[in-house]
């Protein structure tokens, strides 16, 4: 569906394309961190317990994801190269799959958790929920990405190394040196965000048993005649939101029904709409409460748009906005709409990952289709919005409409919005800005008993 060409090997020019796009976030010096990382600054790992090479998009410690990359797996490895089993303390791992099908497996051998086994297939979105044991198969590429703190406030990993993983079993592998890197059971292992790095806490993962119930040795205590079953007791009680359409995949969840959200998220449970503000079709994956990303929405923009449909300018206060290429090129300003900043452009293509600082008015131009999103929760700890309605903007400009429908579908400039993840509510909220003014610091000259320099130059 999605087919990227990523580099090995960057050339001098992918180094002075660098170069020239940190040289425009310096228009902004108070902002730090990139604009955009292109796909020839991805870092090319092969990693022994997935047998795949992987591209990983180098973020740094402002960055509200942990970890980014694209990955190729091929069905070949299932056989010599099996997937380790492993899991990922307090978040969420999710797998956008850009081409190719396979299959994902939950559970482990010990029995903490039953096994479920799900297919996908390209334009599907993959959840791993935190700590469940799982491995991958088939013969797929995708991207992958987690938030650097959880929804309920846990941090993964630590500030360096921000992506965790323990290490559940450990697989064949052919040669003396492969067996020999890969971690023992039980091994807690932190990365860093370009895989180069990594800080191993040892078996440390702790040791997972069932709960010895011994009222049996209390004659003194009525005794339970029956044993509860914890599945059946939270299918019995836990509402759930099934969030998808496959009734198969809703039934296999209910396996381990204590682990809410659905595993995989088909193209057909995101429906295309229209996005006026944006002019663009739009398709929102039904995300949920134990998600750790607010929003993910597939975005498919004509380039013909530029001209009658223009984009809006708005920010997303308190948040980053991510957006992956997936096809096609175009641009995006910064700062349009907002006299509080410098005017910042950057051009993209397919395979580059735009990051949009929290706080900063952007719009798009071009002809691309592209994969955006964001954490519930900022590496600052902010939580943007709130539980039901995550995804915030402020808008800076109401672009012309050629029709009366889009034009009424349109927000003012000043107007506050918060949405639901699927985007299908508005909570229009009072302006938060009253207004926004030079701060008044050029009067030292009416102090020259604070700066006599001042005074000595103008002699």
Same mark, same amino acid.
């Given at each position: ?13 992918? !180094? ?5 796009? #940190? ?42 994801? $942990? ?32 081409? &190719?099908?396979?299959? +994902? ?11 479920? !086994? ?31 703190? @959880?929804?309920?406030? /846990?941090?993964?990993?630590?500030? #360096? ?6 290490? +559940? ?5 052919? /040669?003396?040196?492969? #067996? ?5 059971? &039980? /091994? ?5 965000? %370009?895989? =180069? ?7 440390? *993962? &702790? ?36 969030? /998808?359409?496959? %009734? ?12 809410? $959200?659905?595993?995989?998220?088909? #193209? ?30 597939? *975005? ?26 997936? =096809? ?8 349009? @709409? ?24 952007? +719009?798009?131009?071009? @002809? ?75 009067? %030292? ?15």
């Amino acid at each position: 569906m999605y087919k990227l060409s990523m580099k090995l090997r960057r050339t001098a020019e992918d !180094c002075k394309n660098a170069e020239k796009d #940190r040289d425009e976030a310096l228009k902004n010096p108070l902002v730090p961190g990139a604009r955009i990382i292109h796909s020839e600054d991805a870092v090319p790992v092969y990693v022994n317990d997935t047998a795949c090479r992987q591209w990983f998009y180098p973020l740094s410690e402002v960055n509200d994801l $942990g970890l980014f990359f694209y990955i190729e797996k091929d069905q070949k490895t299932d056989t010599d190269r099996p997937w380790t089993v492993r899991s990922h303390p307090d978040v969420n791992v999710y797998y956008y799959v850009l081409e &190719g099908c396979g299959k +994902v497996i939950f559970g482990d051998k010990a029995g903490d958790y039953e096994t479920e !086994c799900y297919d996908f297939q390209a334009q599907e979105l993959v959840i791993v929920p935190r700590e469940i044991p799982y491995r991958m198969e088939g013969d797929w590429k995708a991207i992958s990405f987690h938030a650097r703190t @959880g929804v309920f406030g /846990t941090v993964a990993g630590t500030t #360096r190394f921000p992506h965790p993983v323990i290490t +559940v079993d450990k697989p064949y592998r052919p /040669t003396k040196e492969e #067996r020999d890197h890969l971690k023992e059971a &039980g /091994t807690y292992t932190c990365y860093d965000q %370009t895989y =180069s790095k990594e800080l191993s806490f040892g078996r440390a *993962a &702790g040791i997972r048993n069932f709960h010895a119930d011994l009222q049996a040795c209390r004659s003194d205590l009525a005794q339970v005649t029956e044993a509860y079953q914890n599945n059946e007791i939270y299918r019995a009680v836990t509402p759930v939101d099934e969030q /998808t359409g496959v %009734t198969e995949n809703i039934e296999k969840a209910k396996k381990n029904a204590s682990v809410l $959200g659905a595993r995989v998220l088909k #193209r057909s449970d995101a429906p295309a709409v229209y996005n006026a503000n944006a002019g663009l079709r739009q398709s929102s994956y039904p995300l949920t409460w134990t998600d750790d990303i607010a929003i993910c929405n597939l *975005a498919e923009k004509l380039a013909e748009s530029d001209k009658e449909r223009p984009f809006d300018s708005h920010s997303h206060p308190d948040i980053e906005e991510y957006k992956f290429i997936l =096809s096609g090129s175009g641009s995006v300003t910064i700062g349009v @709409g907002d006299d509080t900043c410098e005017e910042e452009h950057y051009d993209f293509k397919a395979g580059d990952l735009v990051i949009l600082p929290r706080g900063l008015a952007h +719009v798009d131009a071009g @002809g691309y289709t592209a994969l955006y999103f964001h954490t519930k929760q900022s590496v600052f700890g902010k939580t943007p919005g709130d539980s039901l309605y995550p995804h915030i903007a402020y808008v800076y400009t109401r672009p012309p409409r050629p029709t009366k429908e889009e034009e009424a579908a349109l927000n003012d400039p000043g107007t506050f919005i918060k949405m639901n993840s699927r985007e299908t509510y508005n909570v229009y909220c009072p302006n938060p800005i009253l207004r926004v003014e030079k701060n008044p610091t050029d009067m %030292t000259h009416l102090r020259p008993d604070l700066f006599p320099d001042k005074q000595e130059g103008k002699g």
